[in-house]
Nanobody, 126 residues
Framework: QVQLVESGGGSVQAGGSLRLSCAAS????????MGWFRQVPGKEREFVAA??????????TYTNSVKGRFTISRESAKNTMYLQMNSLKPEDTAVYYC?????????????????WGQGTQVTVSS
């Protein structure tokens, strides 16, 4: 069993930054792909970023709307994943979820993830 706990959400003005954390327990975050998703009320959950396992090189992938602004990373010693979010925009407002995939490749489909955190709210005001 894997437990994922997000933190670091909050309210920020447009152009600001936040760093989300995802602390994992029960399994290592190094062995399979870890990802971030977000969801706005009334919409489907959307892929944000993923990092593949260390065995497959820790490859990263991002949705186009966050490329150049968000960075996913991993600190193995703390079994924690991060999402550094810079130059935030109002359209980044959402609940952000971390998730652990069923594969070691940097997948983007929600169905490829089987463990999820409870989510953390990010609100960006204009």
């Amino acid at each position: 069993q894997v437990q994922l706990v997000e933190s670091g959400g909050g309210s920020v003005q447009a152009g600001g930054s936040l760093r989300l954390s995802c602390a994992a327990s029960g399994r290592s975050i190094d062995t399979l792909t870890m990802g971030w998703f977000r969801q706005v009320p009334g919409k489907e959950r959307e892929f944000v970023a993923a990092m593949s396992s260390t065995w497959t090189g820790g490859r990263t992938t991002y949705t186009n709307s966050v490329k150049g602004r968000f960075t996913i990373s991993r600190e193995s010693a703390k079994n924690t994943m991060y999402l550094q979010m810079n130059s935030l925009k109002p359209e980044d407002t959402a609940v952000y979820y971390c998730a652990r995939a069923i594969t070691a490749d940097p997948v983007t489909a929600e169905k490829q993830y089987n463990y999820w955190g409870q989510g953390t709210q990010v609100t960006v005001s204009s």
